[in-house]
C-alpha cells in the first residue's frame, strides 16, 4: 500500500502534458497545439473544451520543446554596460515593452564595462539560444575567437549607442557631437569663454563624438581650445569627483560634463572646496530625468531619447531576425538642450540688464 501511495503521489506530482490536455478535451493532440499557438481553424465549442482542459491540469507548454520545433526561442539577449547608470533603466523598459508587443521576451545581463564579463555573458546568451542581441559594448574589439564564435552563431547583434570596431552590425545611437556642439555653442552665447570638458573613456565612439563637438563648437565661437580644460573619465561618479577637483581649481566659467554619474561626482567635488553653481562655474550635463527639477540648481542639459532608444534597438533586431538578408542600419536620434538655471543664463540676463541700465544712466 505504501509503495502504490508513493507511486500515486510520484504520478500526480508530474507536470500535465500535452496529451493529458487531450485526453481531458476528448480532442486531438493536434487540435490542442492548434488551440495553444492559435494557429489553424478550431470551433468555438473545441476551443472551449481545450481552454477548460488547460486551466483544470494547470498545463503550461513546453517552451524548450516548442522553441526547438520553431528554431527559436521568442527572446532577446541585452548586454548593458552598467545597470546602476541611470540612463539604461527607461532604455531596457523601453526594450521589454517593445519586444513583449512582438512576443518575445528581454533577457538583461550587465557587464560593468569588463571585457571578460561581456564575453561571458555574450557565451550564456547564445548557449540559451536567444534569437537575437542588443549590445551596449565595453571599449574595445573583440577577439578574433569571439567574432568567429558570433559569426558561427548567426545570431544578429545590434549595437546600442557605442560602434564595436570590426563588427559590422546595426546601430542605434544619439547624434552626441550635436549635442556637445550646441552646449557648448550655449555656454558661450551667454557670455562663458573659458569652458571645461569632462569627457568619456577616449576609445568609447560616443565619447569621441562628444569631445569631437565641444571642439568644434569652440572653434566655432571663437574660443581657444585649452588642453588642461579637459579631463578624461570614465563615466562614473569617482572620475567625475576627480575631475571636480582637478578643473575647478583652474577656475573655469563653465563645465561641459558629458554623462550624469560624472556630474554627480563634480558637484560633490564642487560641494568639498567651497564652489558654487552657477554663482562660481556654470555646467551643462548629458541625459536629463524628472527628478533633476527638484534639484537647485536645476541642471542644464543635453537630453538623450532613451525610452526611443531602447523601442528602435528591439525594433532593429527583429527586423534582422525576420529578415536577415536586409542591408545594415544605423539610426540616429537627436538630442535635445533643456536650459535651466545651472548654465548661469539667469546671471547672464542680470548683468546685460544692469549693464543696459548704466548705459542708459551715462
Known amino acids: 500500500m505504501r509503495n502504490n501511495d508513493r507511486r500515486a503521489r510520484s504520478e500526480g506530482s508530474k507536470a500535465p502534458s500535452i496529451y493529458d490536455v487531450a485526453r481531458e478535451a476528448r480532442v486531438s493532440v493536434f487540435t490542442v497545439s492548434a488551440v495553444i499557438n492559435k494557429k489553424g481553424h478550431v470551433g468555438a465549442t473545441l476551443s472551449r473544451r481545450v481552454e477548460t482542459a488547460i486551466r483544470k491540469l494547470n498545463y503550461r507548454p513546453n517552451l524548450l520543446a516548442r522553441s526547438l520545433a520553431r528554431q527559436k526561442t521568442q527572446t532577446i539577449g541585452m548586454v548593458v554596460t552598467d545597470i546602476a547608470n541611470p540612463f539604461f533603466p527607461a532604455i531596457v523598459r523601453a526594450a521589454e515593452d517593445t519586444a513583449q508587443k512582438a512576443g518575445y521576451s528581454v533577457l538583461l545581463c550587465n557587464s560593468d564595462d569588463q571585457q571578460d564579463k561581456e564575453a561571458r555573458y555574450l557565451e550564456l546568451l547564445l548557449a540559451k539560444r536567444v534569437d537575437g542581441i542588443i549590445l551596449n559594448k565595453t571599449p574595445g574589439a573583440f577577439s578574433a575567437s569571439q567574432r568567429k564564435v558570433l559569426a ?104 561641459l560634463v558629458t554623462n550624469y ?42 537630453e538623450l531619447p532613451k525610452y526611443e532608444l531602447g523601442e528602435t534597438a528591439v525594433r532593429l533586431v527583429l527586423e534582422r531576425i525576420e529578415q536577415s538578408n536586409t542591408r545594415v542600419q544605423t539610426v540616429t536620434l537627436l538630442p535635445q538642450l533643456r536650459v535651466r538655471e545651472s548654465c548661469g543664463f539667469m546671471l547672464h540676463r542680470r548683468r546685460m540688464s544692469m549693464v543696459e541700465k548704466a548705459s542708459a544712466g551715462a
Request: hydrophobic fraction near 40%; glycine fraction near 8%; aromatic fraction near 6%.
Open 152 to 255: 558561427d552563431a548567426g545570431v544578429p547583434i545590434v549595437l546600442l549607442m557605442r560602434t564595436c570596431p570590426g563588427l559590422k552590425a546595426d546601430l542605434v545611437q544619439t547624434d552626441d557631437e550635436l549635442g556637445a556642439n550646441e552646449a557648448v555653442a550655449h555656454l558661450a552665447r551667454i557670455g562663458h569663454k573659458r569652458i571645461a570638458l569632462v569627457a568619456g573613456p577616449e576609445d568609447v565612439s560616443n565619447a569621441q563624438a562628444r569631445r569631437r563637438g565641444y571642439v568644434k563648437a569652440l572653434e566655432a565661437s571663437g574660443l581657444t581650445f585649452d588642453p588642461t580644460l579637459v579631463f578624461t573619465g570614465d563615466y562614473r561618479i569617482d572620475s567625475g569627483h576627480r575631475a571636480g577637483s582637478t578643473l575647478l581649481a583652474r577656475r573655469p566659467d563653465a563645465v
Open 261 to 302: 554619474l560624472m556630474t554627480v561626482g563634480l558637484m560633490s567635488a564642487a560641494d568639498e572646496i567651497g564652489m558654487r553653481c552657477p554663482e562660481d562655474f556654470a555646467l551643462v550635463s548629458f541625459d536629463d530625468y524628472p527628478w533633476l527639477g527638484c534639484f537647485r540648481p536645476r541642471l542644464t542639459t543635453i
